[in-house]
């Protein structure tokens, strides 16, 4: 399969505990954008990278929240102490540079207890 | 980005045309209209993307009306596994350098209905 995976696809965690998710983009993709998504809504924009740069970061995304791109390929987004409203899918999308389109994984399922 | 309405919900009998609106009065001229669907615990999948001209693609049609404040998806042959959430999102052109993000709504939950 050549399309974007995400591991793992589902994490129940306690209150507190660190959680990482990992993303693999498609691999001449030189974009990588992570989103969140609750019940019921649409997903949100949290971050983007071009290649390993770091260039947006939305407000959603706390000081609890750090997003690592380190050669330009797989990404990792993890979250430090977490808290119940932290429970939600995480999305992890890849584009060329000169495309419209993303594409997305099948997203990470957090559970915080 | 400039904002979109969609209808809530719609319902669609199998085999029939589903014809999604959606509204962008704000929507700047160099920004595109794109579709993308979400089928239930997967990620979103894009469908189909225009500027002013109608598109036409394997999954659906674009039909953008001349003054570009509406634009309705088609899917000309509905099916179950069609039965998802679909959201129409406006955005400035993702080439030249662009951030390329979707900010997307909360989108059409169309159901097909066998």
């Known amino acids: 399969d050549t399309g974007v995976s995400q591991d793992p696809r589902h994490k129940i965690t306690k209150r507190g505990q660190n959680v990482t998710f990992r993303c693999d983009p498609i691999s001449e993709h030189n974009r990588l954008y992570w989103y969140r998504q609750t019940l019921g809504q649409g997903p949100e924009f949290l971050t983007y990278f071009q290649n390993e740069a770091q260039l947006e970061k939305s407000r959603l995304l706390s000081d609890r929240f750090s997003a690592e791109r380190p050669k330009g390929s797989f990404s990792t987004l993890e979250i430090q102490r977490t808290e119940q409203g932290d429970s939600a899918m995480y999305l992890c999308a890849s584009s060329l540079e000169v495309s419209g389109e993303l594409f997305f994984g099948e997203g990470s399922r957090l559970t915080v207890l | 980005d400039a904002k979109t309405t969609q209808p809530p919900s719609m319902d669609c009998a199998e085999g029939r045309a589903a014809n999604l609106p959606c509204n962008h009065s704000t929507i700047s001229g160099n920004e595109y209209v794109y579709w993308y669907r979400q089928i239930h615990s997967q990620g979103p999948q894009y469908i189909i993307h225009?500027?002013?001209n109608n598109e036409t693609n394997e999954m659906a049609s674009l039909i953008i009306t001349e003054d570009r404040k509406s634009s309705t998806l088609i899917l000309p042959h509905a099916t179950l596994r069609d039965t998802a959430v679909y959201y129409c999102i406006v955005r400035a052109s993702p080439y030249g350098g662009a951030t390329n993000k979707l900010i997307f709504g909360t989108g059409t939950l169309l159901a097909v209905q066998p």
């Open positions: 225009g500027l002013k």
